[in-house]
């Protein structure tokens, strides 16, 4: 791949905030959260695409946002019990 070329093209998709919480009405600290990681993700694709690229971005406490490569993201057991509390349902 010769410097300044990149195979990887980029799309973009109007979403509303509030679906992508499973419904929920976004809070202020939603949104913020939200176009903090927007700015970050553009930043640092325009800043340094090889180090982001085959990353996520990650918001860890307020102000630290940090690239977590998606190799080193473990998949987590889904938690029927806390899916059935949070949604009134018996466990299947």
Known sequence: MSPGHYPLT???KATILGHTL???PPTPEDKAIAQHLAYE???RLVKDPERVIGCMLAYREPGTIEAVPLHAVAPK???WEVFARMHGTERP
């Open 10 to 12: 980029p799309a973009t």
């Open 22 to 24: 499973r419904g929920a």
């Open 41 to 43: 993700a553009v930043r």
């Open 77 to 79: 057991q889904f938690e």
